[in-house]
Structure formats: structure tokens, C-alpha cells
């Protein structure tokens, strides 16, 4: 699956630039999802791409951190439209958090190379990699991680829907496991994801009962 390049342009870019940004994106993800994000250069990205040189990213993306914001916004808008069609059915807390680990795993299934690149470049900038501190604030990466989980479990609580278990320990075991979907298609791309999905909806369901 590839980034959308029929889409509505950025605002100030041509229809011919929005393309090759998104090219050069795709690109990226495929380059991390492959080699991983140490091994991902501008050089790399340009021999994937079929591109002339490296001058050609430099002039979309003015430094490597620069496009890999670019590529975490470009996933994250694929993962919630994703994501968002197929958590419109059961509102009970316990329903909605089985919603969202089964739609997660769902788009692991669908879309392997941009969670796993998604995984990398987090991962680096996690532990503060790469200049990761340019990239992201903390606040804002630790949403992304498991700021949704959190508010879910957190609001379950309030309500009575869930048990009494530490929120954040909790969240961040959803979000590994999760992850471990992803890097375990890596090694086995026939495993069944969505079922694999199911199962941990329902290890986390039980897991978090009154």
C-alpha cells in the first residue's frame, strides 16, 4: 500500500511537489521498514525511489528529522482514518478497548511496513536517538505511544467499567504487545494478524475486569 498521492495538495505546494513528497515518503517507510532506522540514509531513500540524487530530499525535507516527522504525520493520518471506520460500533468501555486493540492489529495486518517503520522511528526517538528531542516533544511522543490507552483505562476507572491496576503499566503492555504483532510479522508474514488481534483483545479484556 502506498502513500496517497491524489490527495489534496499541502498548502503552498504544487500538485507535482505534494507527489514527490509523498514519493520520497513511501520510500522511507519502505527503506526503514527493510533496513531499519540506523541503516536509513538519504542515499538509501534515493536508490529505493529511483531518484537522481539526494538533492532531490534536501529539497523537500530540509534535514532527516524533518522527513521523519513528515512520515510519522503521513502514518498517523493513514492509522486514524483506519482505525476511526471500524470503532463505530460497541461504546461500552470493555467493547471500545476491545475495538481499539483488534482495529490496531487489523492495520498491522494491512499496512506491516508502516507500523514497523513507525515502530523505528519512535523507538529512536524514545530513547532519545537520532536527535529525537528535535522531532517530537516528550509530551507528544508519549501520546502517541500510549496517551489513547491511557485516557481509555483511565475513564474505564472513573466509571467502574475496569478493575484497580496501575494505568500506565497497563497501557504500555497493550502498546508492547502490540508491537510484537508488528515485529513478529517480520519473521512471519502468513501469521494470521487479525486473530492474533483477538486474542490479545481478550488476554486485555479479562485483564482489566472489575
Same mark, same amino acid.
Given at each position: 500500500m502506498q502513500v496517497n498521492k491524489d490527495? +489534496?495538495?499541502?498548502?503552498?505546494?504544487?500538485? @507535482?511537489?505534494? &507527489?514527490r513528497r509523498a +514519493?520520497?515518503? +513511501?520510500?522511507?517507510?519502505?527503506v526503514i521498514a527493510e533496513l531499519g532506522f540506523a541503516k536509513t540514509s538519504f542515499a538509501r531513500i534515493v536508490?529505493?525511489?529511483?531518484?537522481? *540524487?539526494?538533492?532531490?530530499? *534536501?529539497?523537500?525535507f530540509g534535514s532527516k528529522e524533518e522527513l521523519m516527522s513528515a512520515t510519522i504525520g503521513q502514518i498517523s493520518q493513514l492509522k486514524d482514518e483506519f482505525m476511526t471506520e471500524r470503532l463505530a460500533g460497541d @461504546?461500552?468501555?470493555?467493547?471500545?478497548?476491545?475495538?481499539?486493540?483488534?482495529?490496531?492489529? &487489523?492495520f498491522v495486518a494491512a499496512y506491516p511496513a508502516f507500523q514497523r517503520a513507525m515502530n523505528e522511528i519512535l523507538g529512536q526517538v524514545w530513547g532519545g +536517538?537520532?536527535?529525537?528531542?528535535?522531532?517530537?516533544h516528550e509530551a507528544v511522543l508519549r501520546d502517541m505511544r500510549v496517551g489513547r490507552i491511557e485516557r481509555q483505562l483511565t475513564q474505564g476507572q472513573r466509571?467502574? &467499567?475496569?478493575g484497580e491496576f496501575d494505568v500506565e503499566v497497563m497501557a504500555l503492555s497493550i502498546r508492547q504487545a502490540l508491537?510484537?504483532? &508488528?515485529?513478529?510479522?517480520?519473521?512471519?508474514p502468513d501469521l494470521d494478524a487479525e486473530r492474533y488481534g483477538r486474542e490479545l483483545a481478550t488476554l486485555f479484556e479479562k485483564a482489566t475486569r472489575p
Open positions: 490527495s +489534496q495538495p499541502e498548502l503552498g505546494l504544487s500538485v @507535482t511537489e505534494a &507527489a +514519493q520520497i515518503i +513511501q520510500a522511507t517507510i519502505e536508490e529505493h525511489a529511483g531518484l537522481s *540524487s539526494t538533492r532531490m530530499i *534536501s529539497y523537500h @461504546t461500552t468501555r470493555a467493547g471500545m478497548l476491545r475495538g481499539f486493540i483488534e482495529s490496531e492489529a &487489523a +536517538q537520532e536527535g529525537g528531542g528535535h522531532m517530537f466509571e467502574g &467499567a475496569f508491537d510484537g504483532l &508488528a515485529n513478529r510479522l517480520v519473521r512471519e
